[in-house]
């Protein structure tokens, strides 16, 4: 997961050193959390979500990332996240510091090295703000789904069993609030994301569902699975399945 001290990742998908630092850009944070407020109580169970990002914030998560195929990797990390910047438009930026971690990749485990933070930003609806992707490089499926996992905020208030939806470049998010769930002592509201690529050259999606406490509207737990997201560039695996997990702790 790391070459020469600098940790490297693709999307959501830490796999070491055969990504690109620049895809650092790219890491949904995962690590982003949403504090959500302006929640309404209705006789029709509606919500109105709104983000609200404090600076100095902070909250740690826990990420394991399982990918089966010829080369099999697992990778696992504990970060926190520091709210470090929120503009006049609740544009917010992340400040990811590692606290631990490792990554197995063919039965060889490496533990990650202390390392700089990592700084992320995201618009108000958790969308990634990315860089342009330099002219030439590979174009990785898989990452272009990972990169849309956190864009489940709604633009308008919604109701219980509501869907909503929107296309963001070469992805369509659909997403609907399923209702209230217990995930042990915490009480969460539960939504179901269906991404799909929507170029036919193109294939994948990824079915993830998200539970954000019912106190505030943070991030509780995040679950991922991907399918049939080929790879363009030749990497030393065969691989279009995987399943990620981010819990808070």
Same mark, same amino acid.
């Given at each position: ?6 940790? !490297? ?12 630092? !620049? /895809? ?6 995962? *690590?982003?959390?949403?504090?959500l @407020? ?16 404090? =600076? ?14 010829k ?7 504990? /970060? ?7 503009? %006049? +438009? ?10 631990r ?33 330099? %002219? ?12 849309? =996992?956190?864009?489940? =905020?709604? /633009? ?28 042990? +002592?915490?009480d969460?509201l ?11 050259k193109y294939?994948?999606? @990824?079915?993830?569902? =998200?539970?954000?406490?019912? !106190? ?5 737990? *995040? /679950?991922?699975?991907t ?23």
């Amino acid at each position: 997961m790391e070459r020469n001290g600098t940790r !490297k990742v693709i999307g959501i998908f830490p796999l070491g050193s055969l990504f690109l630092e !620049k /895809d650092m850009k790219r890491l949904i944070g995962p *690590l982003v959390f949403v504090v959500l @407020t302006g929640l309404s109580f209705g006789t029709d169970e509606t919500f109105a979500l709104k983000q609200l990002r404090h =600076v100095g914030h902070v909250e740690k998560f826990h990420l394991v990332l399982d990918a089966p195929g010829k080369v099999i990797i697992r990778y696992e990390s504990t /970060d926190s996240y520091k709210i470090s910047k929120v503009d %006049a +438009k609740s544009n917010y930026t992340i400040e990811d510091n590692l606290i631990r971690g490792f990554r197995n990749l063919g039965g060889t485990i490496e533990k990650f090295p202390k390392q700089d933070p990592n700084n992320m930003t995201y618009s108000s609806l958790g969308e990634a703000v990315r860089p342009p992707v330099p %002219a030439g490089s590979d174009f990785l499926a898989v990452n272009e789904l990972q990169s849309h =996992v956190y864009e489940f =905020v709604p /633009d308008h208030p919604v109701k219980i069993g509501e869907s909503w939806s929107h296309t963001a470049g070469m992805v369509s998010v659909e997403c609907s609030l399923v209702g209230h769930i217990k995930l042990g +002592k915490i009480d969460c509201l539960k939504i179901a994301m269906t991404m799909k690529l929507n170029k036919e050259k193109y294939p994948g999606s @990824t079915k993830e569902t =998200v539970w954000l406490r019912a !106190k505030d509207f943070s991030l509780q737990k *995040l /679950d991922a699975r991907t399918e049939g997201a080929e790879y363009t560039s030749n990497l030393p695996m065969s691989m279009n399945k995987n399943h990620m997990t981010i819990d808070r702790l």
